[in-house]
């Protein structure tokens, strides 16, 4: 199927890529949260409190599942060494951590069935329509669609790992939807963030105790990675752990310093959303050494732990302090 979609769709091989980005995990972050979150505060708060939870069940389930990938299952298999596919690599083909079910998949259906179903409450609301409230949830689809073929294009997953992500986040969005905090003190950000890294630090140790090799898809990725330079450690298992772990606790510092933010008109937030915009790319940016391993993932977790009070507090203060009339004697 892979190779079918390089060779015929290889023209479009610019819009699989953008794609296969905005499907990303980190885009759910550093991209869709901050839009959603200034067009309508509670609907982003959930968009981050679901791209967290949903991206570590779905490493958690990485590790049970061993998932192998196409770019490496191709050489690994032994099958193909008379007639190999006609297939390449690209930048984002070469992840580390398992395969089964796709992060993509899971992370974008979960944050965007949030997103959907929300947007097609307030039509039906507001029109009564029900045809006009369907529309969301084609395009849905559609993007869905759009996202797990180009994963299939950049040899990063098997249809089915795809298929597994899609249904399983799905199912995810529905009920995490349900479960988003509010009016929370900063000890249940605390204890849940602290209990998602520890937990799955303990798991981890549990399963290499009863020998289970946790790092065979790093090696894996290793050989058969067409470019060296293209394995990066923010696509490891403990890369997504302390992302997520940094979001939940960013998002409670952000809801203890400024609870229920501030009251912005239209024009004040979109001048947030591009200020927010340009200060995630520096963040996202910012160069992490990646060894030793420890100092990475400490400094990972700070980095995405900035992200919901930059968002959330630092640029609305900001930009309300440059827009809040004087009040008058």
């Known amino acids: 199927m892979a ?3 390089q060779l015929r ?6 819009f699989w890529l953008v794609s296969s980005h905005l499907g990303d995990p980190k885009a759910a972050v550093l991209l869709v949260f901050p839009v959603v979150f200034y067009i309508h505060r509670q609907t982003g708060i959930a968009v ?25 299952w191709i050489g690994e298999s032994g099958l193909f060494s008379k007639n190999p596919p006609k297939v390449q690599q690209f930048l984002s083909t070469c992840e580390t951590g398992p395969g089964s079910p796709s992060g993509h998949a899971m992370i974008t259906g979960a944050v965007w069935w949030v997103i959907v179903s929300s947007l097609a409450s307030f039509l039906h609301n507001r029109t009564g329509s029900k045809i006009l409230a369907a529309v969301p949830y084609l395009l849905y689809a559609v993007f869905l669609g759009c996202v797990g073929l180009s994963r299939i294009f950049i040899l ?3 249809p089915h790992q795809v298929i597994a992500g899609f249904l399983t986040g799905v199912l995810l969005g529905i009920f995490l939807k349900r479960t988003v905090p509010e009016c929370r003190p900063l ?19 549990a399963l290499q105790k009863i020998g289970v090799d946790l790092s065979w898809s790093i090696s894996l990725a290793k050989r058969w990675c067409s470019h060296s330079e293209w394995i990066r450690m ?6 997504s752990l302390n992302r997520d772990s940094g979001i939940l606790l960013g998002l409670g510092l952000a809801e203890y310093w400024k609870p229920g933010g501030w009251a912005l008109p ?45 968002v959330m507090v630092l640029v609305p203060g900001f930009v309300h302090l440059l827009t809040a009339k004087p009040k008058r004697e």
């Open 3 to 5: 190779e079918a979609l």
């Open 187 to 205: 000890l249940f950000f605390f204890c849940f963030s602290l209990t998602l890294l520890f937990g799955a630090i303990l798991m981890h140790g």
């Open 48 to 72: 981050l409190w679901v791209a967290a939870l949903s991206e570590w069940f779905n490493m958690v389930f990485k590790w049970i599942l061993f998932g192998e990938r196409p770019y490496w």
């Open 234 to 239: 923010d696509t490891t298992p403990f890369s």
């Open 156 to 158: 990063a997953h098997f």
């Open 266 to 310: 239209w024009v004040p937030r979109t001048l947030c959303l591009a200020l927010s915009s340009l200060a995630l790319h520096y963040i996202s940016s910012f160069p992490v050494p990646s060894a030793p391993a420890l100092l990475f993932y400490s400094l990972f977790f700070l980095k995405y732990s900035i992200v919901p009070q930059v």
């Open 9 to 14: 769709s290889g023209s479009y091989e610019d």
